[in-house]
């Protein structure tokens, strides 16, 4: 199975920062990577496919990067409600696999 | 408006059996392939099964193949997961998630819980 790690697992920000999560796949998987974004108690949304094709009604401060092994979310400008866990996922392949998230907290 | 909605889940015993379905609207069911992805208490998400549509083609996290079986009814707009022989571990929420290029839309779960 394909591994995905993802960096860091945990980090503080504050509204207005530019941040950006890591993914990193232990096999290339072309550009078959999506983001998702998680709150508490809550299904996870999909922000990002393609690596960098945003979903439909995703604000556009999401934006996503890489291909084959090493991948990029960031975000431009940090708001309230984007303090969540953020989760890769590789679907070049069966069996599907998620990174282990990063929680992005209030600093 | 894309809904999926799970059901089925609750207290097993160690060993064994529940059957999670899960109700689609919104969307042409029989056109979608389909997923069960699962999540513990405080822990990251986990895939566990693939159905295309039509079903023929199954895939099956290794953790769980050989107990669990996944299947859909198109006629019904739904979707199946058998679970047998239950341990611990797959104590989680369990999320019905349907797959267009990739996982786009995902239920609000259900919660399996495998405890004596």
């Known amino acids: 199975a394909i591994r995905m790690t993802q960096s860091p697992s945990s980090f503080s920000a504050s509204t207005g920062d530019r941040v950006a999560i890591t993914c990193r796949a232990s096999q290339g998987i072309s550009s078959y990577l999506a983001w998702y974004q998680q709150k508490p108690g809550k299904a996870p949304k999909l922000l990002i496919y393609a690596a960098s094709t945003l979903q439909s009604g995703v604000p556009s401060r999401f934006s996503g990067s890489g291909s084959g092994t090493d991948f990029t979310l960031t975000i431009s400008y940090l708001q309230s409600e984007d303090f969540a866990t953020y989760y890769c996922q590789q679907y070049y392949t069966h069996p599907r696999t998620f990174g282990q998230g990063t929680k992005v907290e209030i600093k | 408006e894309v809904q999926l909605v799970e059901s089925g889940g609750g207290l097993v015993q160690p060993g064994g059996s529940l059957r999670l379905s899960c109700v689609a609207s919104?969307?042409?069911?029989?056109?979608?392939?389909m997923n069960w992805v699962r999540q513990a208490p405080g822990k990251g998400l986990e895939w566990v099964s693939y159905?295309?549509?039509?079903?023929?083609?199954?895939y099956y996290a290794d953790s769980v193949r050989g107990r669990f079986t996944i299947s859909r009814d198109d006629a019904e707009n739904s979707l199946y997961l058998q679970m047998n022989s239950l341990r611990a571990e797959d104590t989680a929420l369990y999320y019905c998630a349907r797959e267009g290029s990739t996982i786009d839309y995902w239920g609000q779960g259900t919660l399996v819980t495998v405890s004596s």
């Open positions: 919104g969307f042409t069911f029989s056109s979608y392939e």
């Open positions: 159905i295309s549509g039509g079903g023929s083609t199954i």
